[in-house]
């Protein structure tokens, strides 16, 4: 079900040491653009990508999607 739900463009809260963090496939443009309005925060600044392993990063490293 969390598989779908991130696929359609939702959106998670998950734990983290000291607070929840918010997040969604960094693909998907309509999720991140909702992530962006609900943290108000501007697109310019970017966000932060984390993933359990390097190697989730290389397609988004290789195609210049991570800066």
């Known amino acids: 079900q969390l598989r779908y739900w991130l696929h359609c463009g939702g959106l998670i809260a998950y734990p983290t040491e000291s607070c929840y963090g918010l997040g969604c496939l960094p693909r998907h443009q309509g ?3 909702r992530l962006l309005r609900l943290k108000r925060r501007p697109a310019h600044k970017g966000l ?12 988004l490293l ?6």
């Open 62 to 67: 290789a195609e210049g999607e991570i800066e």
């Open 31 to 33: 999720a991140l653009l």
């Open 48 to 59: 932060i990508v984390i993933g359990d392993h390097p190697q989730r990063f290389g397609r």
